[in-house]
């Protein structure tokens, strides 16, 4: 079903339309029987919605010096409004009008703006459809982060991101650009020059902007799929070029995670390279406890492989381990994701990080729709099995994501013991902290003092083109740090 927008606001509005008329199957399209029309008239912003024989209409309070982010409030407001008098339906919204990734960062944004946290959820639940639960939830993130991370130093507290693009195999849920590892040495170890000469450039933008850095993040794809010498040169890079280095930046380092993530890329030989170079937060995923589920989103692992990585990690010295499962997997039941749950806390994590499944188009089971999704009622109620869960073996919630195309429009939350949170998470997340990116498709982000707008600069995700271009995108990044009104 499709409906045409006339919109005569100054403000481009396509995404929230199409996001709120999506809740009622209906799409936008250059020409339909439906129309939409959007106007900003008397102190209010109102919808029309015309058909042939019939017409919708709903208003919302805006005023003249509305920012932005109102107006957007009021058009998702008002086009729910006459979608629903059209359908006579009334969708559930599990986070009400909020569709952007990060809903925590609207918290953020009211708490510094003087609403009280004892009244934040209720402030939600008027102005943006918000379940008084979901709001109780963010204010609780909210709060918690601002303990962890000084507002005072917000502006020099940074991460850094270092991007391995490749892994073993592509898991048929995955979106993200990485390519399957390179099986010759010479390439594997070209990756790492390129790695080794980018972070003689950070150190540099370090000094230059007197910035603390306070995590260190190694992800991917999956940095131990290089191979053991390689993985091991990768660390002895980092430690060399930023733990070693004079810098008094890197002197303020909290965190050093590396994302092991597969199991069945890990090794013995890797945990001793993390041990020595100071990794102190691991991630190991299993993402299931069924070998069925993971033989059929192509991990080249099975549930004991997990076991077996998972021990060797306990006898280690790193004392932050995380473990990621994911809800929805295809032709998983309720009882078996029950079972990868409770299989999880046995194991009494640290850090749990519950996602539930996002399949965007470049993933290859949205294209082969082969999976047999779990209801959003389900989704729900195992959400919250893994909430209960995670509480009942002391983890609280300390940062969450959303996610386009996310299952019944739920979210991925990450849980931690008091004092275990991930920093680089929240910052990263949270984007109100500088975090450098290096590496292949590694994002560098840099707050500007308000704390809610950035500049960003997105790194090429091929490798190539990368190590071709480092000295110029180095410049570029560089200059993040030196646009106006950073204050850096």
């Known amino acids: 079903m499709f409906f045409c927008l006339r919109n005569t606001l100054e403000l481009d509005v396509a995404r929230p339309v199409s996001d709120m008329a999506a809740f009622f199957g209906y799409q936008p399209a250059p020409s339909a029987a439906l129309t939409l029309t959007l106007a900003r008239e008397h102190g209010c912003i109102s919808a029309c919605l015309q058909g042939a024989e019939q017409s919708f209409t709903a208003s919302e309070p805006c005023s003249e010096a509305a920012a932005s982010g109102d107006i957007t409030r009021c058009v998702k407001l008002v086009v729910l409004k006459v979608f629903a008098e059209l359908t006579g339906l009334q969708p559930k919204l599990p986070w009400g009008i909020l569709t952007g990734v990060r809903p925590t960062k609207l918290a953020h944004k009211l708490l510094d703006g003087g609403v009280e946290a004892a009244a934040l959820p209720e402030y939600l639940s008027e102005n943006y459809l918000l379940p008084m639960s979901q709001g109780r939830l963010l204010t609780d993130i909210a709060l918690k982060q601002n303990h962890i991370l000084s507002d005072s130093t917000r502006l020099t507290d940074t991460g850094i991101y270092i991007g391995v693009p490749y892994c073993p195999s592509r898991c048929s849920y995955c979106s993200f650009p990485a390519g399957i590892v390179p099986q010759d040495e010479e390439s594997q170890q070209n990756f790492v020059n390129m790695i080794e000469q980018d972070l003689q450039n950070v150190v540099q933008l370090i000094g230059m902007h007197s910035l603390r850095v306070k995590s260190l993040y190694i992800g991917g794809g999956t940095p131990t799929s290089l191979s053991d010498k390689v993985f091991a040169r990768l660390l002895q890079a980092v430690e060399r070029r930023l733990l070693q280095s004079n810098c008094e930046g890197l002197r303020h ?3 050093f995670t590396v994302e092991a993530g597969r199991p069945d890329c890990f090794s013995a030989a890797k945990l001793a390279a993390m041990e020595a170079a100071g990794v102190n937060r691991i991630s190991v995923n299993p993402q299931s406890f069924h070998d069925k589920t993971l033989q059929l989103i192509g991990r080249r692992h099975s549930v004991k492989d997990f076991y077996n990585a998972y021990e060797l990690v306990r006898k280690s010295r790193i004392p932050v381990v995380n473990v990621d499962l994911i809800i ?6 309720e009882q078996e994701i029950a079972y990868s749950l409770e299989q999880a806390v046995k194991l009494a994590p640290e850090n749990l990080t519950v996602h539930t499944l996002t399949l965007k188009r470049s993933a290859p089971l949205f294209q082969k729709q082969e999976q047999a999704v779990l209801t ?12 209960e869960m995670a509480a009942a073996i002391g983890l609280e919630p300390y940062y969450l994501y959303r996610q386009h195309y996310m299952l019944g429009h739920l979210a991925n939350i990450g849980y931690a013991k008091p004092g275990t ?5 929240i910052q990263m997340m949270e984007e109100r902290h500088p975090v450098i990116g290096v590496g292949p498709a590694s994002a560098s982000k840099v707050p500007l003092p308000d704390g809610h707008h950035l500049h960003k600069l997105n790194m090429p995700k091929n490798v190539a083109v990368y190590g071709a271009r480092l ?5 570029r990044r560089r200059d993040l740090f030196n646009i106006e009104g950073t204050d850096l």
């Not at 929805?328 to 039941?333: A, M």
């Open 253 to 255: 380092l909290r965190e």
């Open 421 to 425: 949170e991930s920093i680089y998470n």
């Open 328 to 333: 929805g997997l295809p032709q998983e039941t």
């Open 376 to 387: 959003t009622q389900a989704a729900e109620k195992m959400v919250q099995r893994a909430a």
């Open 471 to 475: 000295q110029e995108l180095a410049e």
